[in-house]
């Protein structure tokens, strides 16, 4: 008797991309070869999204949320999406930040799989071959997110643990403005580490050695940026949590050369932006009027303090006189160019010493409190990861310098944060206008409702990104920040009384793509945008990913 010819081996059941679980109908089972690979129950992608949230819904904790979704990521791209979209404002801080940073302290220990690409710099002849083994052709990837891992999230270096911070980079592009999870790669860049934690672990997986730095280093990252913008000549190249001084020599090195975007320097400058076009909105006062105060100068704090004195040059200040409006206060005090060894992301700033000759100083640093005092900031930003870092003090030191002072305490999560809204709402007499790096509940005060906008990363970069696949832009120019900032902030009223500078995550995919048509629209207005479109509304809606179960080619 001859034997009946079977289905080949199912390989759609373990391709993330294609698997669909029990949502495969009894004819796609017999056709795939899946008979009896499954239970016999046919779900729709609704159903099993249902399911997946009761059982995520019944874990303790933040971080087994995080491992189940990593694992569901792992088997189920759609439903993994599925599942985040639906429940947006709930799973963000879960796949990406606060709780990524838990996760990556454990990479190493508790490895299952990774979908990233690793780079190692004592392999330097592998880059290409890495990149090949992807299968992927010039015209497949959009977008490439990598980092190095040496500044994760405000805990610092953590070498190849890091590479989580691409993948969920990534993820939330997705989920927030449907940037194809199939047309996307996540990079580690290992160079080494400086923790000596993980270099004395048995478990760790990096590269055991301390950080490469210097020409060895920049040639790296030159042969990366080569290669990746050689085989994937569309995408976007995304760099995440850099050191700070790399971060802003890659950056002001390449930017004019490749598609690249940092977004600790530029995207958390653009949302800060988004926050302050706000507030001026209440205040009535231009850029150009501003004396801006930044507490916690690293990457994050010069690239707001490049940014809004970028805003005052274009409101009519000359270079220097925007320079002269900006003051940065780090772990020394007061920046003066008097201190030796400043990087140079803070000697553009740096204060004369004689200018503040006559300032106060406490163990002969010119502290917080004394500069807020002198200068009489229109706005405080702080970005130094301290804990109560404006005290009652300082906070009504602002207030008594300025009638509506801007205050953006930025540091996350919530043990950094510099100061808590429902306190500094008391202590400016409900003047303060507030936005926080972390997601804060309303704050009553004298019969008001103050909602405290959360400056999220989230509300921008992924917009961001889509215009700038949507519309093929060789660059990511400051024009584009701009458009992107201005429509994060016109997505709100902030006049009223309490009302929030910046607007909810709820919405986020509608917000994403009224991001990506402006940013889109700047490209073309600049002339740096590469493709064509008779509406460029649908072409940004086209281009935006579902998380819809495809058609099965097999």
């Known amino acids: 008797m001859e034997e009946e010819s079977m289905p080949s081996s199912p390989t759609v059941s373990t391709d993330p991309l294609r698997n669909r679980g029990t949502a495969f109908t009894v004819d796609e089972r017999a056709r795939l070869g899946l008979v009896g690979r499954l239970p016999s129950a046919v779900e729709t992608l609704d159903e099993q999204a249902a399911r997946c949230y009761r059982q995520i819904s019944g874990y303790a904790t933040d971080l087994q ?26 799973m963000l801080p879960i796949v990406y930040d606060p709780t990524i940073g838990d996760a990556i302290k454990q990479w190493s220990n508790d490895y299952r799989d990774s979908r990233a690409v690793y780079l190692s710099i004592d392999r330097p002849d592998d880059v290409r071959a890495s990149f090949a083994g992807l299968g992927l052709g010039p015209d497949d990837v959009d977008l490439v997110v990598v980092s190095d891992a040496q500044e994760i999230l405000g805990i610092g270096d953590w070498g190849v643990n890091g590479t989580d911070i691409s993948i969920g980079k990534l993820a939330v592009y997705t989920a927030a403005a449907g940037v194809d999870p199939a047309r996307v790669v996540a990079v580690n860049l290992d160079v080494g580490t400086d923790n000596e934690v993980l270099l004395n672990s048995p478990e760790y997986l990096g590269n055991r050695h301390a950080r490469v730095t210097g020409e060895r280093y920049d040639d790296f990252i030159d042969l990366y940026l080569k290669t990746a913008s050689e085989l994937f ?48 909105k209440v205040t009535k006062e231009s850029f150009a009027e501003q004396r801006l105060l930044v507490f916690g100068a690293g990457t994050a704090g010069t690239g707001m303090a490049d940014q809004i004195s970028a805003a005052m040059i274009r409101d009519g200040l000359s270079e220097d006189e925007a320079k002269s409006r900006v003051w940065l206060v780090d772990v020394d005090g007061l920046v003066t160019d008097d201190m030796t060894g400043l990087p140079n992301y803070q000697a553009a700033y740096a204060r004369p010493a004689s200018e503040v000759a006559d300032w106060a100083r406490a163990d002969g640093l010119i502290d917080l409190l004394t500069a807020v005092s002198e200068v009489k900031p229109t706005i405080l930003i702080g970005t130094s990861t301290l804990h109560n870092g404006f005290p009652k003090a300082v906070v009504e030191a602002l207030a008594a310098g300025v009638e509506r002072p801007i205050l953006l305490p930025l540091s996350n999560p919530t043990e950094r944060i510099e100061v808590m809204p429902a306190d500094a709402v008391s202590w400016t007499q409900g003047r303060a206008l507030i936005a926080t790096g972390i997601p804060v509940d309303p704050v009553h005060y004298n019969g008001v409702d103050y909602d405290i906008g959360q400056a999220n990363n989230a509300l921008l970069y992924p917009g961001l990104g889509l215009g700038t696949i949507v519309s093929g832009a060789t660059h990511v120019t400051d024009g584009m920040l701009l458009a992107a900032a201005k429509a994060v902030a016109d997505q709100v009223d902030p006049t009223a009384l309490g009302a929030s500078l910046l607007p909810a995550v709820d919405n986020l995919r509608a917000s994403s793509a009224t991001v990506a048509l402006a940013v889109a629209k700047q490209a073309i207005e600049e002339g740096v945008s590469t493709t064509n479109h ?21």
């Open 534 to 554: 008779d509406n460029l509304v649908q072409a940004v809606e086209d281009a935006m990913w579902q998380p819809v179960y495809p058609e099965i080619v097999e």
């Open 233 to 280: 000549p569309n995408a976007l190249l995304h760099f995440e949590d850099f050191g700070p001084s790399n971060a802003r020599r890659i950056l002001e090195q390449n930017r004019d050369t490749y598609r690249i975007f940092n977004d600790d320097m530029q995207g958390t400058g653009a949302i800060v932006m988004s926050a302050v076009f706000s507030a001026l």
């Open 65 to 90: 949320k995080y491992t189940y979704l990593d694992q569901l990521h792992d088997r189920n791209e759609v439903l993994y999406y599925k599942l985040i979209v639906d429940h947006l404002a709930e």
